[in-house]
């Protein structure tokens, strides 16, 4: 990246790794972050795993801005990674897009939580995010997206999210939802959000998942609408959409709290 | 060697009509492309709404149908594409429903356009591959390109939900062909830039197809597929 660039917008990276600690906890030999993406250890929830918090996301991204975070659970280590606030993603001064990259990547016998807080696309903002993780054979993954479009009563900014999850060398989900104006046309039509202003996924990964049939949430239409189905493969993802980010979180959260740990 | 309209061989331009035809025999007309759903929920009302349905699901779904027929055309290992559409139809009855649209086009393929890559695929997975990557062997079976196969594809993602609306809705029929005329040259730009992934798909993997998801379209089939009485397949 040449200066001038770089004059332009914040370029930050943070890195965690957890390892098994030897005495049946998980200990985190590197935690690392810079600029608007700082980590802090808040406590380990007492079952062998360690938790890790992103503070002060708020500040970014704006347009221009390159954010990073990668974490590694080794074999037989558990992490869980939340974040004190919303990410939400401003415009910058000359109308660049932000990027934000997410690389996971889970050993075998290891969990990883990744349970952020949603990213919001405020009005006029650009935002390409992507996710990409890697599971081991025998790996476990609790992963929460949500995705608002504008803050409270406002039109929605852009923003592109890649989630791609690779299971032992094979891809188990590829998925890329692109919203706002000026991104795939007929977002906001009858076949992709119909109106709706926040949506989300819950990826369950776990060696012992079989097929089972998928379920739909009981709740009414004004509420939302989610769905948990199979995928081909040791995990269910639940995917849900509803009016706004306390809604959508709800319908999330009547499915976490079924999922072992949630 | 390509004729001057871009057909690789001779009789390939009425190939890829006779392929297109929503009357060929590979089970197509019994699906709706997610329009008896979104009828059913007040999405799917008139021609505004259906044009609207179309584009959404064209521009996402349609995308990665068109971008995995034109892998398959260009030779890229079916198989691997198989696993690529797999990962990106996360709801459990779309999944089961492009398998059965598979099979049953590779049934009439072998009948109609037969090729030791149709034989090859069938032995390799016996309960079916998912339709795109049919549709891309099939085409290339027929002499098509793989602009050919995103063609196909890209308009069958379009045509399906217009075609089902006319029954579903009553809607008129000169209707729901102005709203596929109108999304013509839309279809032209999905069908060139998923000729184009099907092109980096072969060159860096299937990773680098697209991967468009269209929420309420996975809503709308898990909730479709558990329905007791229903006109159409999907």
Do not use: N
């Amino acid at each position: 990246m040449t200066d001038s660039t770089a004059a332009q917008g914040v370029t930050a990276v943070a890195r965690m790794r957890a390892v098994p600690d030897g005495r049946a906890g998980t200990a985190l030999p590197l935690l690392a972050g810079e600029g608007p993406l700082a980590l802090r250890r808040t406590g380990s929830p007492g079952d062998g795993g360690a938790h890790v918090t992103v503070v002060g996301a708020m500040t970014a991204p704006l347009g221009g801005d390159r954010l990073r975070i990668e974490a590694e659970v080794a074999p037989g280590a558990r992490l869980t990674v939340g974040a004190s606030a919303a990410t939400v993603s401003l415009p910058g001064r000359d109308g660049e897009q932000a990027a934000y990259d997410v690389r996971l990547a889970v050993g075998a016998d290891a969990e990883l939580r990744w349970l952020p807080e949603p990213v919001i696309a405020a009005r006029g903002s650009d935002l390409r995010m992507t996710t990409r993780v890697r599971l081991a054979a025998g790996a476990r993954l609790l992963l929460r997206e949500e995705q608002i479009l504008g803050r409270y009563g406002e039109p929605a900014g852009r923003l592109v999210t890649r989630l791609s999850v690779e299971l032992d060398g094979r891809p188990l989900l590829d998925q890329e939802l692109s919203f706002g104006p000026g991104t795939a046309p007929g977002w906001d039509g009858p076949a992709v959000l119909g109106g709706h202003r926040a949506v989300g996924q819950l990826l369950l990964v776990a060696p012992e998942l079989g097929e089972e049939k998928a379920e739909l949430a009981d709740v009414p239409a004004e509420y939302g609408r989610a769905a948990l189905t199979p995928l081909a493969g040791p995990a269910r993802l639940v995917t849900a959409i509803a009016p706004d980010g306390h809604h959508l979180r709800r319908l999330l959260d009547a499915y976490l709290h079924r999922f072992p740990g949630g | 060697m390509a004729t001057d309209h871009g057909c690789p061989v001779p009789g390939a331009r009425a190939a890829l009509l006779l392929l297109a035809d929503g009357r060929f025999p590979a089970g197509g007309h019994a699906h709706s492309g997610g329009a008896e759903a979104a009828v059913a929920e007040g999405r799917l009302r008139d021609a505004g709404t259906l044009a609207e349905f179309c584009r959404g699901r064209l521009h996402t779904t349609g995308l990665v149908a068109a971008a995995l027929a034109a892998a398959a055309t260009s030779g890229a290992d079916p198989l691997g594409l198989d696993d690529a559409a797999d990962a990106r139809t996360p709801s459990a009855a779309q999944r089961a429903v492009s398998r059965r649209l598979g099979r049953q086009l590779l049934r009439a393929a072998r009948a109609v356009w037969p090729a030791p890559a149709l034989d090859d695929l069938a032995a390799a997975r016996p309960r079916g591959v998912h339709q795109p990557v049919v549709l891309g062997l099939t085409a290339a079976s027929a002499g098509l390109l793989p602009l050919d196969a995103a063609y196909a594809a890209a308009y069958d993602c379009v045509s399906t939900p217009a075609s089902a609306a006319v029954r579903l809705l009553g809607l008129d029929p000169f209707q729901a062909a102005a709203v596929l005329a109108a999304l013509a040259a839309e279809v032209d730009s999905v069908a060139e830039e998923a000729e184009g992934a099907g092109r980096r798909a072969l060159r860096e993997g299937p990773a680098a197809l697209p991967a468009g998801s269209a929420p309420l379209l996975d809503l709308g089939a898990e909730a479709h597929a558990g329905w007791a009485v229903r006109l159409f397949a999907s």
